[in-house]
C-alpha cells in the first residue's frame, strides 16, 4: 500500500492542477516520494486551495518549474517498484482522480487501481469498535470525523499549516498503520505513543 497525498489548485480534477505530490510505502516507509510543479496552462487557481497549501500564485506559474506531466511521470516512476498500488488517505479517491486525470492531460497510461483505503471509514470503525461515538455535524446531518480528528485519535498532534503533500502522505501512513496493525509505522512518530495501547498496558 501506499499513502498519497496531491496538493493542487482546487477540487476539480479537470479544471484544476496537480502542484505537488507526496508518498509514502507502508511496506517500506524509508521509500517516500515528493515532488513539486507548475500548474498546467489554462488550469483554474482558487486563491482558497492556494491558502491551504501555501503555494504563491507567481511560484504556480513559475515556467522554471517543472510541469504537471513531468512530476506526474516521475512519481509514476517511483511506483514501479512498489509491489501493492493500493492507495491509502483521507479521502483518498480525491487523490487518484487527480494523476488519473493528469496522467490524460499528460497521455501517460494511468496505473494507479481505483480501490483505496479511506482513512475515514478506518477510523469510524475502530471508534465504534470501541464504544466511542465518532463525532457527529448534526448541523449538516453528517459525519464531522475529518483527518485532524482521525490524528488526535492515535495520539499524534494536527498537521501543521500550511499543508504539505509529503507531511500529509507521512500522517496518512501512520494512522493508517495504527488503525489497522496496532502499532506505529515511523520514526518521526514513536515519541507519541499508540493510545489504545497504551490504555491496556495500564
Given at each position: 500500500m501506499i499513502a498519497l497525498d496531491v496538493e493542487t489548485t482546487g477540487t476539480d480534477f479537470e479544471k484544476h492542477s496537480i502542484l505537488s505530490i507526496g508518498a509514502v510505502s507502508l511496506f517500506s516507509p524509508t521509500e517516500q516520494f515528493y515532488g513539486e510543479c507548475r500548474a498546467f496552462p489554462g488550469a483554474h487557481i482558487e486563491?482558497?486551495?492556494?491558502?491551504?497549501?501555501?503555494?504563491?500564485?507567481?511560484?504556480?506559474?513559475?515556467?522554471?518549474?517543472?510541469?504537471?506531466?513531468?512530476?506526474?511521470?516521475?512519481?509514476l516512476a517511483w511506483t514501479h517498484d512498489q509491489r501493492d498500488l493500493t492507495t491509502v488517505g483521507q479521502n483518498p479517491s480525491f487523490d487518484v482522480r487527480f494523476i488519473e486525470a493528469a496522467c490524460r492531460r499528460g497521455h501517460l497510461d494511468f496505473p494507479l487501481p481505483h480501490r483505496s483505503i479511506d482513512i475515514h471509514s478506518l477510523a469510524f470503525m475502530h471508534m465504534t469498535e470501541r464504544g466511542i461515538p465518532p463525532p457527529f455535524d448534526t448541523a449538516r446531518r453528517r459525519s464531522a470525523l475529518n483527518m485532524d480528528g482521525a490524528l488526535r485519535y492515535c495520539g499524534i498532534p494536527e498537521e501543521p499549516a500550511p499543508h504539505n503533500a509529503l507531511t500529509g502522505a507521512l500522517c496518512h501512513a501512520e494512522v493508517?498503520?495504527?488503525?489497522?496493525?496496532g502499532r506505529g509505522l515511523l520514526d518521526d512518530f514513536t515519541v507519541f505513543p499508540v493510545p489504545w495501547t497504551v490504555h491496556k498496558i495500564q
Open positions: 486563491d482558497r486551495a492556494l491558502e491551504v497549501n501555501g503555494f504563491s500564485r507567481e511560484s504556480v506559474l513559475d515556467e522554471s518549474r517543472q510541469s504537471e506531466a513531468e512530476l506526474v511521470r516521475a512519481f493508517a498503520h495504527r488503525l489497522l496493525y
